[in-house]
C-alpha cells in the first residue's frame, strides 16, 4: 500500500516550520507533501499575502487532499496552530488514516507567556537544587536552561518574522480559518492525536479539550509536555515530540513509550467500545516529597459509559456519513 504525508504549517510561517522534523518522519512514507498557504512563503522568500483569503486557502487545501487522494492509497495529516486548525477539514478525506494536531488554534488568545515561562524555568532550578540525584539534577538543569533559551528565540522569531506581518486582513482571515475549521470538528472520525505544550504562548488548553470533546472519532489521544511553548516543532529540545510523532504515525502506542529522565509530560488516550469510553492515562514527572526530589511514572485505567443521548449522536453521524 502506498502511503503519504501532509504537513500544514501555520499562521504568517511557512514549510520551512517542518525543517526540524521532516528527516524524522519522511522515512516513514512513500512521498511527503509540504502544503504552503496562499500568500505565505519561507522565511527569507518573498510574501503576499493579498492572496491570503480564507476562501483561497480552502481553496489550496482541497486540491492539496485531492492530489493525496489520486496519489496515495491512504494518507497521514500532520498541522501546526492554524494548520492544526485546518487539518479537520482535511481529515475528513475517507483515505486519511491518522491525523495529528500540533497546538490547534481554534481557541485563543492565552496571555501571560512571560510569567509562565518564569515559573517553569524557576521550578526547574529549584527542584534540580533539592535533587540528590545527580543525573537528575542535571536533567533538570538541561531542561530549564532549554525551556529559558526557547522562550527567548520564540520572541525574537515572533518579532522578526509574525509581528511585521500583522495586520487587520490578516488577523480577520486567521480567524475566518479558524471558525470555519471549526464546523468540521465532528466530521473527523479517523484516529486523532493532539499534542499541546504547557508554555504555549498563544493557545490555551482549552482549544485542545474542545475538539477533544466533539471530534467523530474513536480512538483520540492527548499529550501535553509541561515545558513546551508553541513552536514545539523547531524551538528548543525536539527531541520527546519527534519521539512521540514517529510512534503515532507509524502506528504504535504512544501510551507505552518509555520517557527521558526528567520528561514531563502527559497522555491521556481515549478509546470508544460501543457504549463505553476506555481512559488510559499516563504520565512522567518531577515531584518534590518528603524524602526528596524524584521523577516518577504513572498510569491509570478506567472505563466511562457513554450517556444516551451520546451513544444516539454517534449512531446518527454514522447514518450521516
Known amino acids: 500500500?502506498?502511503?503519504?504525508?501532509?504537513?500544514?504549517?501555520?499562521?504568517l510561517t511557512g514549510t520551512d516550520d517542518w525543517d526540524v522534523l521532516l528527516p524524522e518522519v519522511a522515512p516513514l512514507y512513500d512521498?511527503?507533501?509540504?502544503?504552503s498557504q496562499p500568500g505565505h512563503a519561507r522565511e527569507g522568500e518573498e510574501t503576499n499575502y493579498k492572496e491570503f483569503t480564507a476562501d483561497n486557502c480552502f481553496k489550496a487545501l482541497a486540491r492539496a487532499v485531492k492530489e493525496m487522494e489520486e496519489n496515495y492509497?491512504?494518507?497521514?495529516?500532520?498541522g501546526h496552530s492554524m494548520g492544526?486548525?485546518?487539518?479537520?477539514?482535511?481529515?475528513?478525506?475517507?483515505?486519511?488514516?491518522?491525523?495529528?494536531?500540533?497546538?490547534?488554534?481554534l481557541r485563543y488568545p492565552r496571555l501571560g507567556a512571560f510569567s509562565r515561562n518564569a515559573g517553569a524555568v524557576g521550578s526547574l532550578n529549584n527542584l534540580a537544587k533539592r535533587c540528590a540525584d545527580q543525573k537528575l539534577a542535571s536533567a533538570l538543569k538541561r531542561s530549564a536552561e532549554t525551556t529559558k533559551t526557547a522562550f527567548k528565540d520564540a520572541v525574537a522569531y515572533f518579532k522578526r518574522r509574525l509581528l511585521p506581518?500583522?495586520?487587520?486582513?490578516?488577523?480577520?482571515?486567521?480567524?475566518?480559518?479558524?471558525?470555519?475549521?471549526?464546523k468540521y470538528v465532528s466530521k473527523v472520525n479517523c484516529p486523532l492525536t493532539i499534542i499541546w505544550g504547557g508554555l504555549d504562548e498563544?493557545?490555551?488548553?482549552?482549544?485542545?479539550?474542545?475538539?477533544?470533546?466533539?471530534?467523530?472519532?474513536?480512538?483520540?489521544?492527548?499529550?501535553t509536555y509541561n515545558n513546551v511553548g508553541h513552536a514545539m516543532m523547531y524551538m528548543g529540545d525536539t527531541t520527546?515530540?519527534?519521539r512521540d510523532l514517529k510512534c503515532i504515525l507509524s502506528g504504535g502506542e504512544v501510551c507505552e513509550v518509555e520517557t527521558a529522565l526528567g520528561e514531563q509530560r502527559s497522555v491521556t488516550r481515549y478509546v470508544r467500545e460501543d457504549d463505553t469510553i476506555v481512559i488510559t492515562t499516563v504520565s512522567a514527572k518531577v515531584v518534590r516529597e518528603a524524602d526528596g526530589v524524584k521523577a516518577i511514572r504513572e498510569r491509570s485505567y478506567r472505563r466511562q459509559k457513554l450517556s444516551k443521548r451520546a451513544v444516539a449522536d454517534k449512531v446518527t453521524a454514522k447514518k450521516t456519513i
Open 240 to 242: 520527546a515530540l519527534a
Open 202 to 223: 498563544f493557545i490555551p488548553q482549552k482549544s485542545a479539550k474542545f475538539i477533544l470533546s466533539r471530534i467523530g472519532s474513536d480512538k483520540k489521544t492527548f499529550i
Open 31 to 35: 512521498g511527503v507533501m509540504l502544503f
Open 165 to 182: 506581518n500583522w495586520s487587520v486582513h490578516t488577523l480577520l482571515t486567521f480567524a475566518r480559518i479558524m471558525g470555519r475549521s471549526e
Open 73 to 78: 492509497d491512504a494518507f497521514d495529516i500532520v
Open 1 to 11: 500500500m502506498k502511503v503519504g504525508l501532509l504537513l500544514i504549517h501555520g499562521f
Open 84 to 105: 492544526g486548525g485546518m487539518s479537520l477539514f482535511a481529515a475528513t478525506s475517507p483515505k486519511v488514516r491518522r491525523a495529528v494536531l500540533l497546538a490547534p488554534a
